[in-house]
């Protein structure tokens, strides 16, 4: 039996056949990465508006930097649960919450970085997908932070200080989210064996 969908069609009238019905597991799943995807966002906005930033070896690191590093994976599993059509309505859904959790400044700021970055991400991840999950993300997270940064930190901020900071978090982040997605890969891998 297939585990990604139940092998029954289901109809909406006499005889009309939809399609394959999705199995609660991979329903459950769509949910639970865009809601993640969803909360990173909002998370990032609110410690970006109410946190103050922190120094760390001498940076400047917004508060809100580490959310977004994670949401960025995020987006790519969105990606891979929901299709372009998914991650679409995601990034949508995200720059409307990002709107109503951040103050007007910031608002902007995260809106037009985040659906620009967000953007690029997507179409490296879809270029780079073929290859290993692990290099899509790394090179589409690589391409996101940097264009979220450079876009963010002067409209936020109205200034560069906090650039090297939040491009470094965002690493950071990035790579604990690889790290885990990793490790999460080995391990299903490990108990189908």
């Not at 585990?3 to 329903?27: D, E, F, H, K, N």
């Not at 809106?111 to 899509?136: G, N």
Request: glycine content about 10%; overall charge positive; some cysteine.
């Amino acid at each position: 039996m297939n585990t990604t969908t139940i092998p029954q069609l289901r109809t909406t009238g006499p005889g009309a056949v939809v399609g394959p019905v999705p199995s609660p597991c991979r329903v459950v799943s769509v949910v639970a990465v865009l809601a993640g995807y969803l909360v990173a966002v909002v998370a990032a906005n609110i410690a970006s508006v109410h946190w103050p930033p922190l120094i760390v070896g001498g940076m400047l690191l917004p508060a809100g930097t580490l959310f977004v590093g994670a949401g960025l994976t995020l987006r790519d599993l969105v990606h891979d649960r929901c299709g372009a059509l998914g991650v679409t309505a995601g990034i949508l859904a995200g720059a409307g919450l990002s709107a109503l959790f951040a103050s007007p400044r910031i608002a902007v700021a995260c809106v037009v970085a985040f659906t620009v970055s967000e953007v690029l991400d997507t179409l490296v991840y879809t270029r780079l997908r073929h290859r290993t999950r692990t290099t899509a993300v790394a090179a589409s997270n690589a391409a996101g932070l940097v264009v979220d940064s450079v876009l963010f930190v002067p409209l936020a901020f109205g200034g560069v200080a906090a650039l090297p900071g939040q491009i470094t978090g965002k690493a950071v982040a990035t790579i604990l989210t690889l790290t885990a997605l990793h490790t999460a890969q080995r391990r299903r891998r490990t108990a189908r064996t």
